[in-house]
């Protein structure tokens, strides 16, 4: 890579190793890096872990208020406030699950920079034999899969907090009459 290259410039501000102790001193940077990032999927999990509990403390209490067979109306609202939140909750952890992505691959920018200078390059060639994620079939980033829990999680949350509001409202029952009368009415 060229000095002028924006990343090696950042990475190597005095200039690129040249002597023993400078290949020293990228060693360790090299063993930084690699436990930065291994320290990162261990954060990653944790929050998965959080937010996935506080997924099914949301549903376990909906479940609740729904058989409490109290009035319809509350709830309702106690559904759509539940709802509310475990959509707001997921939003939140996808975009967490993105940011972990970004400074992971930022992450590997480096090492894979920092491995040009070292005997052997063995997450860049790793990155090689899965054809740098340009081909599905050989690898899918973890990011892409894993994005669908709060995905699905914010779609449920959102259809439900429209199913209370329209149920706590009475609109719902209005639109079933309407459609019972259109259905009477074709028959005529």
Same mark, same amino acid.
């Given at each position: 890579? =060229?000095?002028?290259?924006?990343? $090696?410039?950042?990475?190597?501000? #005095?200039?690129?190793?040249? =002597? #023993?102790?400078?290949?020293?001193? &990228? ?8 436990? =930065? ?7 990653? /999990?944790?929050? @998965?872990?959080?937010?996935? *509990?506080? #997924?099914?403390?949301? %549903? ?5 208020? !729904? ?7 509350? /709830? ?21 699950? $993105?940011?972990?992505?970004?400074? @992971?691959?930022?992450?590997?920018? !480096?090492? $894979? ?24 079939? *050989? ?14 999680? *914010? ?5 439900? =907090? %429209? &199913?209370?509001? %329209? ?10 009459? &309407?459609?019972?009368?259109? *259905?009477?009415? /074709? /028959? %005529?």
């Amino acid at each position: 890579m =060229s000095a002028e290259d924006p990343l $090696n410039r950042e990475l190597f501000p #005095n200039g690129e190793p040249s =002597s #023993n102790d400078d290949f020293d001193r &990228l060693i360790e940077m090299y063993k930084i890096m690699i436990t =930065s990032s291994e320290s990162l999927v261990s954060r990653r /999990q944790a929050v @998965n872990t959080f937010f996935l *509990t506080i #997924n099914g403390a949301l %549903l376990t209490a909906i479940g609740l208020i !729904v058989s409490t067979g109290s009035e319809w109306r509350l /709830q309702a609202l106690g559904i759509f406030v539940l709802t509310s939140t475990g959509a707001i909750l997921s939003w939140a952890w996808c975009t967490l699950i $993105n940011s972990f992505g970004q400074l @992971n691959s930022g992450k590997f920018a !480096v090492i $894979n920079r920092i491995e040009q200078h070292l005997p052997a390059a063995i997450y860049h060639a790793e990155w090689k034999a899965l054809k740098e994620g340009r081909d599905p079939k *050989t690898y899918r980033t973890f990011t892409s899969r894993e994005i669908w829990a709060p995905r699905a999680f *914010t779609i449920l949350h959102v259809f439900a =907090s %429209l &199913l209370a509001l %329209l149920l706590g409202s009475g609109a719902l029952s209005l639109l079933i009459d &309407l459609v019972r009368s259109i *259905t009477v009415w /074709q /028959q %005529l």
